[in-house]
C-alpha cells in the first residue's frame, strides 16, 4: 500500500510540474500574441474611447465618453461625445444643462435617459468630493454613479496613464478563448488578468482586444482563417467559424 502511494504521489508531482510547464508555456505565448495583435490593430479604427483619450488627454472626457459607450456602437458613441463636449466641456459646465438637454445631445446612445441621470450626478460628486477633478483611484470612480470596474480601469489607464487592466466583454471573451485565463464573469477575468499578464501589457490589453474582437475575434463565428494568432487559440466556445 505505502508504494502505491509513493508511486501515485509521484506521478501526482510530476503532472503538476507538467501543468506549471504548460502554463508558463502558455505565458510565453502571450509576448507572441500581443506583437501580433499589436500589427493587425494598425489596420482597425481606434476605440472610441482610447480616440478621445489620444485627442483631448482629459481624464473627465475618458469618463463620459466610456459612460456613454456602454451597449453602444462606436460611431453613435463618437457622435454623442462631440454634441455633449461641444455643449459643455467640463463637470461645471454639464451640471448647468438640464437632463432633458443631456438626453437630448447624446440620443440615440443605449439607456440615453439613465446615462443623461448618470452624468449629472457623476458631474455633481465630481464637484463636490474632488474639486471637479476626476478621481485616479478605482475605488474612488466606483463610487460614482454608473461606473463599474471595466469604466474605472478605463479611467485609471487612459485618463491617467497609470496601471490598471480595462476588461470589457472582448478582452474577457478572447483571454478564455485562447485558453490564457478560465473565467466566467469579466471581473474575475481581470483579477485573473492581474495574476498572470506581465505589467507592461496592462495598459494596451483593452485596446488590442477590443480591435481584434470587433474585426476578426467575434462573439459568434469568428474569422479563425483570418486569424495571426490562431495557432495560439485553444478556441474555447468556438462552435463554428470561418
Not at 506521478?11 to 508558463?24: A, H, I
Not at 485627442?55 to 459607450?69: A, E
Not at 469604466?151 to 474577457?172: P, Q, R, W, Y
Request: glycine share 4%.
Amino acid at each position: 500500500m505505502e508504494g502505491i502511494f509513493l508511486k501515485n504521489s509521484f506521478y501526482t508531482g510530476n503532472l503538476n510540474k507538467l501543468w506549471e510547464y504548460l502554463l508558463n508555456l502558455k505565458n510565453s505565448d502571450i509576448v507572441t500574441v500581443i506583437n501580433h495583435l499589436r500589427d493587425s490593430y494598425k489596420k482597425f479604427q481606434i476605440p472610441i474611447v482610447t480616440e478621445w483619450a489620444n485627442y483631448k488627454k482629459n481624464p473627465f472626457h475618458v469618463l463620459i465618453s466610456c459612460i456613454l459607450s456602454l451597449r453602444t456602437k462606436d460611431e453613435t458613441t463618437r457622435k454623442a461625445s462631440i454634441n455633449l463636449f461641444k455643449k459643455a466641456d467640463n463637470p461645471f459646465e454639464i451640471v448647468k444643462l438640464s437632463v432633458e438637454e443631456i438626453e437630448k445631445l447624446i440620443y440615440p446612445v443605449g439607456f440615453y435617459k439613465t446615462k443623461a441621470k448618470n452624468i449629472v450626478e457623476i458631474c455633481c460628486d465630481i464637484i463636490k468630493k474632488y474639486n471637479g477633478e476626476v478621481p485616479d483611484k478605482i475605488d474612488e470612480l466606483l463610487e460614482l454613479k454608473g461606473v463599474g470596474r471595466k469604466t474605472a480601469n478605463l479611467v485609471v489607464t487612459l485618463g491617467f496613464g497609470n496601471k490598471g487592466i480595462c476588461v470589457d466583454t472582448h478582452v474577457h471573451r478572447i483571454s478564455n478563448r485562447l485558453g490564457y485565463v478560465k473565467t466566467k464573469k469579466p471581473e474575475e477575468t481581470e483579477f485573473a488578468l492581474r495574476e498572470k499578464l506581465p505589467q507592461e501589457y496592462w495598459l494596451e490589453i483593452n485596446d488590442l482586444f477590443v480591435s481584434y474582437g470587433q474585426n476578426i475575434c467575434k462573439p459568434v463565428s469568428p474569422f479563425c482563417s483570418k486569424c495571426k494568432i490562431n495557432d495560439y487559440c485553444d478556441k474555447n466556445g468556438v462552435v463554428t467559424h470561418r
